[in-house]
């Protein structure tokens, strides 16, 4: 059974005459123990969406399911209980200046009703949790955001709850310090059991955490499943345009332009391609040199997607033959012509040809997409 479940819930609201539809029609189900992530750009309806989870805003339509049971028309003190299931992290901290680490946490046992002979114990458990317990007696303003942001993990996690809810909890911190906050939900979620529901637009928290992702856009899900999948075959064109700002890969144009004749290519890899030789291996078995332009791996736990943008010379036939070898054996492989006006034809290694490519005249440089390049002005 799924911890969480959405049927069809739509959120409208109401400005003057005029109504504005922040969710349409959602539909996903989270199992139990994972961690799924909701990406899309800003004003997608991500934040309103996961608000539903917890009714801090409840459906125009549709159901919000916890473990199978219809928690949409829940009200009063049933709904207070239910909310004690479900914690909640904010992209701002939310802590109360004015009160030390250990007090702002009392505050959350205390509202929850946790008798204060216990609040002691619980709130060292939770500071040690965040590896924090050194903070106890320390006030917000005089801890880094990485830390504050874990002391509201911490709160979060007072009443025991079986689901976190994230919404954008790393957008307001550095690189170094969203791999630490992510480091610490990772191990909640695997120490704890708790399932995660965690909003961003960040692809490299995605990439680094998610289990399952949906990606909105316009207040609808446009493609949803396993991280890996969606980065490595998204099918929707804004998941695609998502994707490719995370695992695109350019060349300048004045290094286009100075590179001797030969086919300009684009390889993508995914799983076990991206471990083989197969360039050298093609290199060898048809005489066709392989100059190798620009490289990227991204690692999905154990799974690996690969690019590569190769310039391959040589006879015209070896190069033929390199090419059709080369298709059978990697995820995608597209030609990137050197036009005036970036024309393209894409090789896609099932065989349909792609969707071709957005191209503009003038100078600038060529970037891989995927389903062809596009000429961009610099």
């Known amino acids: 059974m799924s911890a969480i479940e959405l049927r069809d819930v739509s959120v409208e609201f109401h400005e003057g005459k005029r109504t504005v539809q922040a969710v349409k029609g959602v539909s996903l189900q989270v199992q139990k123990g994972e961690i799924f992530g909701i990406v899309g750009f800003s004003g997608a309806g991500k934040s309103t969406l996961v608000r539903t989870l917890n009714l801090l805003q409840r459906p125009t339509s549709g159901k919000v399911l916890l473990d199978g049971e219809d928690i949409t028309a829940v009200q009063g003190s049933r709904l207070r209980s239910l909310r004690k299931r479900i914690g909640f992290i904010f992209q701002g901290f939310n802590l109360i200046t004015n009160r030390t680490v250990g007090q702002n946490i009392n505050f959350a046992l205390k509202a929850a009703g946790w008798p204060k002979k216990d609040r002691a114990r619980r709130i060292k458990e939770l500071l040690d949790i965040v590896d924090l317990g050194e903070k106890v007696d320390s006030y917000p303003a005089s801890l880094s955001g990485g830390q504050q942001q874990r002391i509201s993990i911490a709160r979060a996690l007072a009443n025991e709850p079986e689901i976190l809810l994230c919404d954008e909890a790393t957008s307001a911190l550095d690189l170094e310090t969203t791999q630490e906050i992510l480091s610490v939900i990772k191990r909640i979620n695997r120490n704890l059991g708790i399932t995660v529901v965690f909003i961003t637009h960040e692809l490299d928290v995605a990439k680094a955490i998610f289990d399952h992702v949906a990606v909105m856009e316009r207040g609808t899900v446009i493609e949803q499943g396993a991280?890996?999948?969606?980065?490595?075959?998204p099918q929707h064109d804004t998941t695609r345009s998502l994707v490719e700002r995370y695992l695109g890969i350019e060349l300048p144009a004045e290094t286009v332009a100075a590179l001797p004749p030969g086919r300009l290519l684009e390889i993508r890899y995914k799983g076990s391609e991206t471990?083989?030789?197969?360039?050298?291996?093609?290199?060898?078995?048809?005489?066709?040199?392989?100059?190798?332009?620009?490289?990227?791996?991204e690692y999905f736990g154990s799974r690996a997607i690969g690019i590569l943008i190769i310039l391959l010379s040589g006879a015209p036939d070896s190069v033929e033959q390199a090419l059709r070898d080369l298709r059978d054996h990697v995820f995608s492989l597209t030609e990137l012509e050197r036009g005036s006006k970036g024309e393209t034809e894409a090789l896609a290694a099932d065989g349909d040809g792609g969707d071709g490519a957005d191209a503009s005249g003038g100078d600038g440089y060529i970037a891989g997409t995927g389903d062809g390049i596009a000429l961009k002005e610099d």
């Open 275 to 297: 471990y083989e030789p197969l360039i050298s291996q093609i290199s060898t078995r048809y005489g066709t040199p392989v100059n190798v332009l620009h490289a990227k791996i």
């Open 227 to 233: 991280t890996y999948d969606i980065f490595a075959s």
